[in-house]
């Protein structure tokens, strides 16, 4: 087993190579850490943007609900879950994923935003306008 120190750089490493939009080679270092570490929330953000970026969305949901469940504070999994969700036209997880990110970050307003688009896909006008108003006043406030 990796020290906590080594699976950093080996997460640091499968980023960078990420970066490079080697997807199976960072894939299979963020495989690696998931295995060593069942319980890291980052392992899962990998493996979710690593099989998100040539299209595996089925994998990368199951990847995202799994960081989520690691870490129900991680603002930026819900991000990424609530996104892919919108991508593939899960709309009521999609709006679920960016409640929370408001519930966890309310006083920014990009995670309204993506929560007002979630309402208007699901056609719930009325949520939408509110949140889109809430953000409104958000930025105003913090430009």
């Known amino acids: 087993m990796l020290t906590p120190k080594a699976a950093n750089v080996q997460y640091e490493l499968g980023v960078a190579v990420l970066a490079q939009r080697r997807t199976n ?22 493996i979710g943007t690593a099989t998100e970026m040539p299209g595996d969305h089925v994998s990368a949901l199951q990847a995202f ?7 129900p504070n991680n603002a ?7 996104t892919v969700a919108m991508q593939v036209g899960q709309f009521d997880d999609a709006v679920a994923a960016f409640s929370k ?5 309310p006083n920014r307003a990009e995670p309204l935003l993506n929560l007002a688009l979630a309402c208007k ?4 006008e009325v949520e939408a306008a509110a ?7 958000l930025s105003q406030k913090h430009p």
């Open 131 to 137: 949140a889109y108003r809430r953000a409104s006043q």
């Open 25 to 46: 080679e960072a894939l299979a270092i963020f495989n690696g850490l998931a295995t060593q570490y069942p319980g890291n929330a980052e392992a899962q953000m990998g």
């Open 101 to 105: 990110c408001v519930e966890l970050l």
């Open 76 to 82: 930026q999994a819900y991000t990424n879950l609530g």
């Open 65 to 71: 609900r799994r960081a989520t469940q690691l870490s």
């Open 121 to 124: 896909s699901k056609g719930m």
